[in-house]
């Protein structure tokens, strides 16, 4: 037994997994009524400590108390009973079920016939929906919403079981600024309820504005638990990383060249119109709006995903025409999608086969035999670089850890040796040591003369990496900006919330 004051204390947890010790005996103490911040690198441990807690898979040893008691041998419905709930880091929803199927799913209400009661489940539902402002309807079917929304409603279902305690797996990886905002509130809230929540995040200004402590793990070792405000940025990263990172954003300035591809008035059905652009050899064009501004279907349309309605691109001064990734792969673009879970890795699949997947003809031979050698070299040259935590390149993609898997997806598309690269949203979900070698290698990349476009949600990021910033509101580019004049974020969101503009209106 333990003194009362905490709600939760986790005592030297070891986690093996065949091959991997993901947990080599770690702690983890929760006071009543606390947001604690749970913080690592990208495969340091905590989603594996989150899932022993809720009791997806027991640890292999150590102890549980919750308020007090021992908790041992039980499976996440246990769990639920005693007042622990997640949200989850990977989505998965029932997605030709309703909202309201989603939240009650196992425990609907049921009638005296013993049927389920859809009347009570959706006024249940409107009640849940309405404590985290949302206004939708329960009946709507989850593959209708957006990601965003679908992750709003994870956050509706963990707090529908009345948890004392509740985990947060990186549940704004997809949320609008608008919607991390509300979780905020909604969080602080439950605060004074006094429920306790364990908040994981990548994104170090959201542990500073919600947080009252943060315990840091690195590599399955405990490091150890401050005090938020006593903490600032670069502690806490020499905590994770165990070294100073001293530059975040490692731009090498480069010689620029001939414009490489150049997007003149191109328009689609209803996201966006007339936009107009280029991107330079060696040129970073870093992509800013806020979320649904537009940005990700014009790369997509540009990579040959949507129909475009009008509008004309040209690559090295020559008119092309992209209608399909395939095309696009002709012409040497690469897209990262932003929507990596759901669209870009195959679970099933190993990291080396997820890798060379976009880039099979590399690695044809004229004998139409495949180099597997070659393919080998070239995604563990990957694996090194951008340093994937991973057994081997043979271990199932599903087994890393999420900041790993986006890693591999961005190897991916780097193998493809592109000339113009575009990636959406490179780095979420992503730590901040990786963060910066990733940075790294599209600096390089640029180095070398390729042409990037990037999108970033990140002010920070796009500030840092761009030579130039074109900024969306509402479909329109409101300005194309030249990155080395002083240029402050808050100028910058003018641009993005359309009260500023540097272009006629088109
Ligand atoms: N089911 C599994 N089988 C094998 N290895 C696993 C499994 N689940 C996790 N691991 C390994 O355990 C380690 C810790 O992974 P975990 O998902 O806990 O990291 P994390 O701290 O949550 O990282 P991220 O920030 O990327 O989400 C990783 O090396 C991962 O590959
Ligand atoms: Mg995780």
């Given at each position: 037994?333990?003194?009362?004051?905490?709600?939760?204390?986790?005592?030297?947890?070891?986690?093996?997994?065949?091959?991997?010790?993901?947990?080599?005996?770690?702690?983890?103490?929760?006071?009543?009524?606390?947001?604690?911040?749970?913080?690592?690198?990208?495969?340091?441990?905590?989603?594996?400590?989150?899932?022993?807690?809720?009791?997806?898979?027991?640890?292999?040893?150590?102890?549980?108390?919750?308020?007090?008691?021992?908790?041992?041998?039980?499976?996440?419905?246990?769990?639920?009973?005693?007042?622990?709930?997640?949200?989850?880091?990977?989505?998965?929803?029932?997605?030709?079920?309703?909202?309201?199927?989603?939240?009650?799913?196992?425990?609907?209400?049921?009638?005296?016939?013993?049927?389920?009661?859809?009347?009570?489940?959706y006024?249940?539902?409107?009640?849940?929906?309405?404590?985290?402002?949302l206004?939708?309807?329960?009946?709507?079917?989850?593959?209708?919403?957006?990601?965003?929304?679908?992750?709003?409603?994870?956050?509706?279902?963990?707090?529908?079981?009345?948890?004392?305690?509740?985990?947060?797996?990186?549940?704004?990886?997809?949320?609008?600024?608008?919607?991390?905002?509300?979780?905020?509130?909604?969080?602080?809230?439950?605060?004074?309820?006094?429920?306790?929540?364990?908040?994981?995040s990548?994104?170090?200004?959201?542990?500073?504005?919600?947080?009252?402590?943060?315990?840091?793990?690195?590599?399955?070792?405990?490091?150890?638990?401050?005090?938020?405000?006593?903490m600032?940025?670069?502690?806490?990263?020499?905590?994770?990383?165990?070294?100073?990172?001293?530059?975040?954003?490692?731009?090498?300035?480069?010689?620029?060249?001939?414009?490489?591809?150049?997007?003149?008035?191109?328009?689609?059905?209803?996201?966006?119109?007339?936009?107009?652009?280029?991107?330079?050899?060696?040129?970073?064009l870093?992509?800013?709006?806020?979320?649904?501004?537009?940005?990700?279907?014009?790369?997509?349309?540009?990579?040959?995903?949507?129909?475009?309605?009008?509008?004309?691109?040209?690559?090295?001064g020559?008119?092309?025409m992209?209608?399909?990734?395939?095309?696009?792969?002709?012409?040497?673009?690469?897209?990262?999608?932003?929507?990596?879970?759901?669209?870009?890795?195959?679970?099933?699949?190993t990291?080396?086969?997820?890798?060379?997947?976009?880039?099979?003809?590399?690695?044809?031979?004229?004998?139409?035999?495949?180099?597997?050698?070659k393919?080998?070299?070239?995604?563990?040259?990957?694996?090194?670089?951008?340093?994937?935590?991973?057994?081997?390149i043979?271990?199932?993609?599903?087994?890393?850890?999420?900041?790993?898997?986006?890693?591999?997806?961005?190897?991916?598309?780097?193998?493809?040796?592109?000339?113009i690269?575009?990636?959406?949203?490179?780095?979420?979900?992503i730590?901040?040591?990786?963060?910066?070698?990733?940075?790294?290698?599209?600096?390089?990349?640029?180095?070398?003369?390729?042409?990037?476009?990037?999108?970033?949600?990140?002010?920070?990021?796009?500030?840092?990496?761009?030579?130039?910033?074109?900024?969306?509101?509402?479909?329109?580019?409101?300005?194309?900006?030249?990155?080395?004049?002083?240029?402050?974020?808050?100028?910058?969101?003018?641009?993005?919330?359309?009260?500023?503009?540097?272009?006629?209106?088109?």
């Amino acid at each position: 037994m333990t003194e009362n004051k905490n709600i939760l204390e986790m005592k030297d947890i070891v986690k093996t997994f065949p091959g991997v010790k993901a947990l080599k005996g770690v702690d983890l103490n929760i006071g009543y009524g606390e947001i604690h911040a749970v913080m690592g690198e990208n495969g340091a441990g905590k989603s594996t400590l989150m899932k022993c807690l809720i009791g997806i898979h027991p640890q292999t040893s150590g102890q549980i108390y919750f308020e007090g008691k021992l908790i041992e041998n039980y499976n996440t419905a246990e769990a639920l009973k005693i007042g622990i709930s997640m949200i989850h880091q990977e989505l998965n929803p029932v997605e030709f079920r309703s909202i309201a199927e989603n939240i009650w799913l196992g425990r609907e209400p049921k009638t005296k016939l013993g049927l389920v009661d859809h009347k009570k489940m959706y006024e249940m539902t409107k009640e849940v929906l309405k404590k985290i402002d949302l206004n939708e309807d329960p009946k709507k079917l989850m593959v209708d919403l957006t990601v965003a929304k679908m992750q709003m409603i994870e956050i509706a279902k963990a707090i529908s079981y009345n948890a004392k305690l509740i985990i947060m797996d990186e549940p704004t990886s997809a949320l609008t600024n608008k919607e991390i905002k509300q979780l905020f509130s909604i969080m602080r809230k439950l605060k004074e309820e006094g429920k306790s929540i364990i908040y994981i995040s990548h994104k170090l200004d959201e542990i500073f504005e919600i947080s009252d402590k943060v315990s840091v793990y690195r590599d399955g070792k405990y490091i150890g638990t401050e005090d938020t405000d006593k903490m600032d940025t670069a502690k806490l990263i020499k905590m994770m990383v165990g070294r100073d990172i001293d530059e975040m954003f490692p731009k090498v300035e480069c010689p620029i060249g001939d414009i490489k591809l150049e997007v003149s008035k191109l328009s689609d059905r209803s996201h966006f119109k007339n936009v107009s652009f280029n991107v330079r050899k060696g040129e970073i064009l870093g992509v800013a709006g806020l979320v649904g501004a537009g940005r990700t279907e014009v790369i997509e349309t540009l990579f040959g995903l949507r129909t475009r309605m009008s509008g004309q691109v040209k690559i090295d001064g020559k008119e092309v025409m992209i209608n399909s990734p395939q095309d696009a792969k002709v012409n040497k673009i690469a897209l990262l999608t932003e929507d990596r879970r759901l669209n870009g890795i195959f679970p099933m699949l190993t990291v080396f086969q997820n890798a060379f997947m976009a880039n099979i003809d590399k690695y044809v031979k004229k004998s139409k035999l495949f180099d597997h050698k070659k393919a080998t070299e070239d995604v563990n040259k990957f694996v090194d670089i951008i340093k994937i935590k991973t057994p081997n390149i043979y271990q199932k993609i599903e087994n890393l850890s999420g900041g790993n898997q986006q890693k591999v997806l961005v190897a991916r598309w780097l193998m493809t040796e592109p000339e113009i690269l575009i990636l959406d949203e490179p780095t979420r979900g992503i730590d901040v040591g990786a963060k910066a070698e990733i940075h790294r290698l599209i600096s390089t990349l640029a180095g070398q003369g390729k042409s990037i476009i990037m999108i970033s949600s990140e002010l920070p990021e796009i500030m840092g990496m761009s030579d130039r910033i074109m900024v969306m509101h509402e479909g329109k580019v409101t300005g194309i900006i030249d990155n080395h004049k002083d240029l402050t974020q808050e100028e910058l969101m003018l641009y993005a919330t359309g009260q500023a503009t540097s272009l006629p209106n088109n």
